[in-house]
Structure formats: structure tokens, C-alpha cells
């Protein structure tokens, strides 16, 4: 159910008590300010954040190859050149090169 600021104050133990069914979204000029939740989904969502917060971005590669490696799964990675997409690096390093050599040359 979605409440207005003014409805939210004056019915707040209403507020409270239907988070045990669903979420209670309240509003302030059509625009989502608050969500009321009940307490063991907050604790489920504080345990996930901390556990999250936590974690390096190498760690999470680390569990993104613990869970690919337990479902057998292998990610294909095609050469730059097999998708289209041209190497930036090898461009300038080819144009330096020609430069170079025509600098030789004259």
C-alpha cells in the first residue's frame, strides 16, 4: 500500500502493522520518499549489504569463478578482432612505427 507524509504520521501504527504483508511505500508529491519494511526482511537486507560492503572487487571475482566452476560454465572470450573491434594500443603503435619509418626515409 502507498501513503502520503500526512496519512503515513497519522496512521503510523497502521504503517507498522502492514509491513508484516508487504512493503509500505509513502510519498511525498508523487515522488517515493520512504519505504517501511518489517524487521527481519531489514535484517536480511542489513546482512546482505554488510557481506557485500565488504568484499573486494577481487573477491568477487574470486566467488564469480568459484560459482562458474561449479556449474561447469566457461565463458567464451573471442579476439578483439573476431567481434569488430579494432585495438586502439596496436593502431597507435602501427602509426608510430610509419611515422618512424618515414622520418628514416626522408
Known sequence: MSWNIAQAKQQFSEVVRLTAEEPQMIYNRDRCVAAVIDA???????????KTAKKTLGEAFAELRRIAAEENYELPILPRSAVGRPNAFIEVLEEWDADAESQRAA
Open 40 to 50: 527481519e526482511s531489514f535484517k536480511a537486507f542489513d546482512a546482505w549489504r554488510k
